[in-house]
């Protein structure tokens, strides 16, 4: 169950697009399309942004999008916004019944 | 509206025990994998146990388990974490999460604090 390994910060200008990855194992992201991505402002509870690798839910707007390769998993951000900067944490259902998150991405909107 | 409200956070000293309750409301609570997730002060989300629909299955990260107990009560829509031997890297925000493989509603978090 070792976390999965996120970028400490990224940061983009308003408007452009920014990439943040995730890296897992054969054991968790490699093998699993269960990959979740969360949005997290100071003092918040999480919110969930991307399920199922690629899934947005209802009232996510279609600027996040998330995709996979191998081990890795990505959330792309396009049209930044000042409302974007927070943290990102991603996860992946890692086999028997257990999640495992990542540590987490600051987004700086420059 | 769906809504999670956490409560039942303290501070207590290393070894003692508390219990987390989570109250929800607008959705049928009886139909969702429920889980609890942490965050230790400045760190990052930890996935701590989860729990099937009608409680026969629970799971639990490796570092609870044999101390906490998630349990749930679906005539009051309700869900619990009974923590045990209580650790000073416990310390964190709990929060209550709809959902096994992916979380999309919270609590709002509830501090249990573990110190001498």
């Known amino acids: 169950q070792s976390a999965l390994t996120q970028p400490r910060s990224v940061s983009g200008s308003p408007g452009q697009s920014v990439t943040i990855s995730c890296t897992g194992t054969s054991s968790d992201i490699g093998v699993y399309t269960y990959v979740s991505w969360y949005r997290q402002h100071p003092g918040k509870a999480p919110k969930l942004l991307i399920y199922?690798?690629?899934k947005r839910p209802s009232g996510v707007p279609d600027r996040f999008s998330g995709s996979k390769s191998g081990n890795t998993a990505s959330l792309t951000i396009s049209g930044l916004q000042a409302e974007d900067e927070a943290d990102y944490y991603c996860?992946?259902?890692?086999?028997?019944?257990?999640?495992?998150f990542g540590g987490g991405t600051k987004l700086t909107v420059l | 509206e769906v809504q999670l409200v956490d409560s039942g956070g303290d501070l207590v000293q290393p070894g003692q025990s508390l219990t987390l309750s989570c109250v929800v409301s607008?959705?049928?609570?009886?139909?969702?994998?429920m889980s609890w997730v942490r965050q230790a002060p400045g760190k990052g989300l930890e996935w701590v146990a989860n729990?099937?629909?009608?409680?026969?299955?629970?799971y639990y990260v490796d570092s609870v388990k044999g101390r906490f107990t998630i349990s749930r009560d679906n005539v009051k829509n309700s869900l619990y974490l009974q923590m045990n031997s209580l650790r000073v890297e416990d310390t964190a925000v709990y929060y209550c999460?709809?959902?096994?493989?992916?979380?999309?509603?919270w609590g709002q978090g509830t501090l249990v604090t573990v110190s001498s």
């Open positions: 199922d690798v690629t």
């Open positions: 607008g959705f049928t609570f009886r139909s969702y994998w």
């Open positions: 999460a709809r959902g096994e493989l992916a979380f999309d509603s």
């Open positions: 729990i099937k629909q009608d409680g026969s299955e629970k």
């Open positions: 996860c992946s259902y890692a086999g028997s019944y257990s999640v495992v």
